[in-house]
């Protein structure tokens, strides 16, 4: 049985798929074991130096892999680009700090343990599952693929139905990179729909799911995994806001809310979909809005444009009903309005609607399109409160001048940019991740790396204690003499 993926501008026919059934995946996921012990022996330099290699071959077939991307998407060519750019720049850093990261470190052993040499070190998991999604179908998955596999896991990765190609176009230039994964899987491909991720997540060997994508279906793949008690890492989407500050630059701030709500046609998990502005300069800063949404132009099949159609028809219908309740619940259209949002499929038209109340379902759901709502607040506290005032916590931005790390700190949320938007995720150091709806677990930066492992704590006896505490030998003298020492010690 088989699939097709369908470009999302021409619905023509892409190319086909296999529709994996849980006896694949499970062999799947038993080769990628197999190939885990290996892939562990090598110790961090012969992974390193596999990676690395990885790394040149991602660069030198950018555009190649990023064609794949734009086709299987729908968003511009220079979008996809950017990804693969962003991917290859994670997997950068993920092989080069797994050592100093990961490696066996010293930590003190204490008064009572005085006579050993204590370490902690971090140990892959084995074999890491990896469900990712369709809008960003290369630099999301990457996130955990490339953090698993520099951490000493091997990967089973599991594509959108949307986006399979993808999947497979990073599977095949690791295979480029690396000659030994003929015999050593180390990142293996099972496509299909929601059965092949409920078996990826079911299958025996699996070490720990990292899934990406609504927070219904996160709940299933917990669901799932709990069955063998497989630990699992959710990132499920967001209502991210931006704050404007009264003293805010505010053609930066335009710019940003702009882009951060329409690019890739907003199907950006940490994209702007609330914008809070300060009433003082609310009326500058929504005419800057207006003036920059209402030129961006959307791609056809004939040519690009500054974003792309919707990547999943059904979309359409979610953002439709966004729009057409804020309208109706009294917002102010500034850009487009429910003429721009077809009834199913194809491109939605950028919408920037203003004043809309907080219990409509355009403030209070994720949309996952290019629908900007803009209210104005009396003051920063008040953004604040209704930024925080919502069951999701991924990522938020903050225009401000002087009071920008003081706002962000009582932000409710996983990463915060300041002046810029969604800076975090272009910054490999930095975990990304969320709270409440959106999840938890971290991908990126050193958290990301030790997601994908387990610690392992060493004590190493050095010589005798002169004191035979953990013994039967202990005698009332002994152990006199050590409370003695406790209350010199820490009683006073």
Known sequence: MTFASLSPRTGAELARYPVHDGEHVRAAVRAAGEAAVWWDGLGFAGR???????????????????????????????????????????????????????????????????????SVAYRPLGVVGVIGPWNYPIFTPMGSIAYALAAGNTVVFKPSELTPGVGHEIARTLAEAVPEVRRYPLLGVVTGFGATGADLCRAPGVGKIAFTGSAGTGRRVMGACAENLVPVLMECGGKDPLIVDADADLDAAADAAVWGGMSNAGQTCVGVERVYVVESVAGRFLEKVRALASKLQVGSAAREGDLGPMTMPSQTGIVRRHVTDALDRGGRAIVGGAESVPDEGGAVSP????????????????????????????????????????????????????????????????????NGVISFAGIPALPFGGVGESGFGRIHGPDGLREFTRSQAIARARFPMPIAVTSFRRTAKVMQTLVGVVRARHGR
């Open 48 to 118: 390193r130096t596999r990676l690395l290699a990885w790394k040149k071959v991602l660069a030198g077939q950018l555009d190649r892999v990023a064609r794949v991307v734009a086709d299987e998407t729908g968003k511009p060519f220079d979008d996809a680009r950017l990804e693969v750019v962003l991917a290859i720049d994670h997997l950068d850093w993920a092989t080069t700090h797994a050592k100093k990261v990961l490696g066996r470190r010293s930590v003190p052993p204490g008064l009572l343990m005085a006579n050993q040499a204590a």
């Open 351 to 418: 919408v920037v609607i203003a004043d809309v109340p907080e219990d409509s379902v355009a403030v209070t759901e994720e949309t996952f399109g290019p629908l900007l709502v803009v209210n104005r607040v009396p003051d920063v506290d008040e953004a604040v409160r209704r930024a925080n005032a919502t069951g999701y916590g991924l990522g938020a931005t903050v225009f401000s001048a002087k009071r920008g790390q003081q706002i962000a700190d009582r932000l409710r949320c996983g990463m915060v940019s300041i």
